[in-house]
């Protein structure tokens, strides 16, 4: 009995080997980062808040061209409730309501100044919605790029295994 049991598990497990490479070829980034939970000029406005909140510099890139904003979505649509991410679409709909409303663009759209005024009232309001939406993009922003590949390899000096063994040295 406990023979059977156990060929049934390792013909399981191999079976599952061999089909996991054939699963795995379909993936791309397309297909992995894909939430449905934004539309594409929802996902236009996320990139231009995350690239505001982490701007590039002369030095370092910034979160949109580190992609932190499919990371945000990401992040929002498949770790918290659904509450979230109607927070999520609602503080970008304020964004677009208030920088057509005060500067007659879009907010993707608006200058860099621009952009940092209305993210700077959120930030100080007194409203529990939008300082909130502000706090989880700004933590999943920052989040997001201190994840990133490049960050980890060109500005942290990430090792995968830290302590390197050199073993002709003497003891």
């Known amino acids: 009995m406990e023979r059977r049991l156990a060929l049934k598990s390792m013909a399981a497990g191999l079976g599952s080997l061999l089909i996991l490479p054939a699963w795995a070829h379909g993936w791309s980034e397309?297909?992995?980062?894909?939430t449905g939970l934004l539309s594409?000029?929802?996902l236009a406005d996320l990139e231009a808040v995350c690239d505001a909140i982490l701007p590039k510099t002369k030095d370092y890139p910034g979160a949109g061209d580190l992609k932190v904003h499919?990371?945000?979505?990401?992040?929002?649509?498949?770790c918290f409730d659904k509450k979230t991410g109607e927070q999520l679409k609602t503080g970008l709909a304020w964004l677009n309501k208030q920088s057509d409303s005060l500067f007659g663009t879009s907010f993707a759209t608006a200058n860099v100044k621009q952009r940092l005024n209305l993210l700077e009232s959120m930030e100080v309001s007194n409203d529990a919605?939008?300082?909130?939406?502000?706090?989880l993009i700004k933590g999943l922003s920052v989040q997001g790029y201190t994840s990133s590949e490049y960050y980890l390899t060109k500005v942290t000096g990430y090792e995968l295994v830290p302590g390197r063994f050199i073993g002709c040295?003497?003891?």
């Open 129 to 135: 919605e939008r300082s909130g939406f502000f706090r």
């Open 30 to 34: 397309k297909t992995v980062m894909s």
């Open 40 to 42: 594409v000029p929802e």
């Open 70 to 78: 499919l990371f945000t979505e990401k992040m929002i649509a498949d």
């Open 169 to 171: 040295k003497p003891v």
